[in-house]
């Protein structure tokens, strides 16, 4: 059972195609794991349907279907979208953690090589790039009873838990459960003693470390290449 | 190839053809009779869309009307009328069609990723347990209460939808504060009885 969830502003900027790269991910993220939130955004997009079947329509140049219609059978570009998904995934992955992800974060992680850093004795981080620069998109992974330094955030941080669980002051979240995190907000999470956790993070801006030595600081950066 | 639409496109409805089984019929037999009909309804109402949400010339509106109706071929062949209208499948094209040509005008983002977000948005996204069931139950209500929402409401929704536009960024249009953009898409969707978030906030009663 989900028990935290994207709020609706989030499940409708989703929709409507407000949001960056990076926190689309995470939402499409969730969603693999949440019936409930699918259910919502299904709904916003029947929405954008009936919108746009109830919109005034705006004159086509005459030769435009013409023209569309020659380009039917010219050869799919291959950077079609349609076609990544199907790549067979690379090395880059090992299987391991492959397996433990859902498929769809495959698709991005098998286009890069996953460079997992240290932050502590139970805490690392792996940055994925979406080429974005105003986000900063990261697989987490605390270990069986690890904790994470205590950190506030200058930004707001999205994080959905895909494997395993952790726990801080306001409780406890497992996979599928999606959490965000205000400016302001300072919290200690912690893996479950059970087993690793892994988690997807979305930093909009970087985050402060509490109550430790600044030099942590650039550590914490993850810098999208 | 084109081939003949062997039987008229069923009047399934008084405002005109069964666009579900039309786009059907583009998927299994690449009929470019059907994709004309398509193209010739929801070619205007996509430039239509796109006009109001501003941003972009005509000429570049039907640059992005083409490109979906592009996709729109190519991916005719996954569209399940099941899972989601005619009219729900193409928004859902043309805001990932929009999207990327966004991505690729704006000038603060990289240009070297090759990801497009028809691959970043969940390819499931019409098909919850429920699909076919709330696909009519909330067309139909949808339909019922656009029309008698509050005007800044529909304001509201009407920059989200067009201009594909975040709640914070039509707060800063507006000069009205995040939380009362939140308030009126939540009252919206409680009008329009669409499904709201299940976390936190107060939750409609889903009556049919």
Not at chain 1, 58 to 64: T, V
Not at chain 1, 86 to 104: G, H
């Amino acid at each position: 059972m989900i028990n935290n969830h994207p709020n609706t502003q989030l499940l409708t900027d989703y929709a409507t195609g407000g949001l960056s790269m990076a926190p689309l991910i995470s939402i499409t993220t969730h969603l693999q794991f949440c019936d409930q939130c699918r259910e919502a955004v299904s709904g916003l997009n029947i929405l954008g349907g009936e919108l746009l079947a109830d919109c005034d329509e705006a004159e086509l140049s005459d030769d435009l279907l013409a023209q569309t219609l020659a380009m039917l059978d010219a050869p799919m570009a291959p950077s079609a979208g349609v076609e990544v998904a199907n790549e067979a995934p690379k090395s880059s992955l090992c299987p391991d953690l492959a397996n433990q992800l859902p498929k769809y974060l495959h698709k991005f992680l098998n286009h890069q090589e996953l460079e997992w850093r240290s932050l502590s004795s139970t805490l690392s981080v792996a940055a994925i790039s979406v080429g974005e620069a105003d986000y900063e998109l990261a697989l987490h992974r605390i270990d069986a009873g690890g904790k994470a330094p205590v950190h506030d955030h200058k930004g707001t941080e999205l994080t959905v838990v895909l494997k395993g669980s952790f726990s801080d002051e306001d409780g406890i979240y497992r996979e599928g459960d999606f959490l965000m995190r205000e400016p302001g907000d300072i919290h200690r999470p912690s893996a479950t003693q059970d087993q690793a956790c892994i988690c997807l993070s979305v930093l909009s801006a970087p985050i402060k470390l509490t109550g430790i030595k600044q030099v942590l600081n650039p550590f914490m950066r993850f810098n999208p290449s | 190839m084109v081939t003949h639409i062997k039987t008229k496109a069923k009047m399934n409805k008084p405002s005109g053809p069964d666009w579900n089984a039309l786009l059907v019929k583009v998927g299994s037999h690449q009929d470019k009779a059907a994709f004309g009909a398509l193209f010739s309804h929801f070619g205007p109402l996509l430039k239509g869309f796109l006009l109001k949400g501003g941003g972009v010339e005509p000429e570049q509106a039907e640059e992005l009307v083409q490109e979906t109706m592009i996709k729109v071929w190519r991916k005719a062949p996954s569209y399940a009328p099941t899972q989601a209208a005619a009219s729900t499948w193409m928004y859902t094209i043309a805001r990932n069609t929009r999207i990327d040509w966004l991505r690729k005008h704006a000038k603060k983002n990289h240009q070297t990723d090759e990801l497009v977000a028809e691959d970043l948005f969940d390819e499931n996204e019409e098909s919850s347990p429920f699909t076919a069931l709330i696909q009519t139950r909330n067309a139909s209500n949808i339909k019922e209460h656009l029309n008698s929402l509050p005007q800044e409401q529909l304001q509201v929704l009407t920059l989200m939808y067009f201009q594909g536009k975040s709640g914070q960024e039509v707060a800063d249009e507006l000069a009205i504060p995040l939380g009362t953009v939140k308030s009126r898409v939540r009252l919206a969707l409680q009008k329009l009885k669409l499904k709201l978030s299940p976390e936190g906030e107060e939750q409609v009663v889903y009556a049919s």
